[in-house]
């Protein structure tokens, strides 16, 4: 179910999304004059997968909603389900055909969800994401086919990273325990996300940058590079390939 938002509560939402969308490489004039916003329903999900170059502001907090901003045939061309515990979010096939008529502002939607809890995160097909708020706990995030991940206000949850073929991850805050993964030209920005225990590995040309207080496990092969900040003690050191390991204390 969908409903558009009253003048008072579009204001408000517009407020709320307008710093997002500095972050994510968007200002609002890009919408069009024609832009309105709309509700979705659908509560009751712990996980986000979000897909066709959609971008999404995600804010942890007390309850869910659900918001699309755009032109009307552009919402209308966004498919917004339940799978499971996720909430997923992509194109409907009828968007190749519109986009053949309509300019890039006119095909953009940004979407603004908030929920109690967040346990996954998938971003694919050059799709963007940007999370805050404190996320206590486990977190699976994967970004891939150049997408973009943004993890803002980690806090103490053991986190697993995977970025593929060209997509970007950049975390910081805290958490126990970090697997980090990269490969084929990804990488994962993590000088921020101070982790106890921390395992980073890169191939095919990806980069990982971590740190880690406690024990440091890295690797990287086929040109991939990895840097490590913090004190933590290195438990593995593997280079193939031409790969790169640089520890920085």
């Not at 040109?223 to 193939?240: I, L």
Request: net charge negative.
């Amino acid at each position: 179910m969908t409903h558009k938002f009253t003048p008072k509560r579009l204001a408000v939402a517009l407020c709320a999304t307008s710093a997002a969308t500095i972050f994510l490489g968007v200002t609002t004039t890009a919408y069009t004059a024609n832009a309105e916003m709309r509700g979705f329903d659908q509560t009751g999900f712990s996980e986000i997968r979000l897909g066709s170059g959609l971008e999404m502001v995600v804010e942890v907090g007390p309850a869910f909603s659900i918001a699309v901003e755009g032109e009307a045939d552009a919402i209308d061309a966004v498919d917004i389900r339940m799978e499971g515990a996720a909430l997923v979010v992509d194109r409907k096939r009828n968007w190749r055909e519109m986009r053949i008529f309509r300019s890039q502002d006119q095909q953009r939607v940004l979407l603004t969800v908030s929920l109690p809890l967040i346990s996954a995160l998938n971003a694919g097909a050059g799709a963007h994401i940007e999370v805050s708020g404190i996320m206590e706990v486990p977190l699976q995030a994967t970004a891939s086919a150049g997408a973009s991940l943004r993890l803002n206000g980690l806090d103490g949850a053991d986190v697993a990273i995977t970025a593929s073929s060209g997509a970007s991850v950049m975390a910081n805050g805290t958490c126990a325990a970090l697997q980090a993964e990269a490969r084929s030209g990804a990488s994962i920005q993590a000088p921020r996300l101070a982790c106890a225990a921390v395992t980073a590995d890169a191939q095919s040309g990806a980069s990982v940058e971590v740190n880690g207080s406690d024990t440091l496990s890295l690797g990287a092969s086929g040109g991939g590079s990895v840097f490590a900040h913090g004190q933590g003690t290195v438990m593995r050191e593997e280079m193939r390939s031409g790969g790169s390991i640089t520890v920085k204390r």
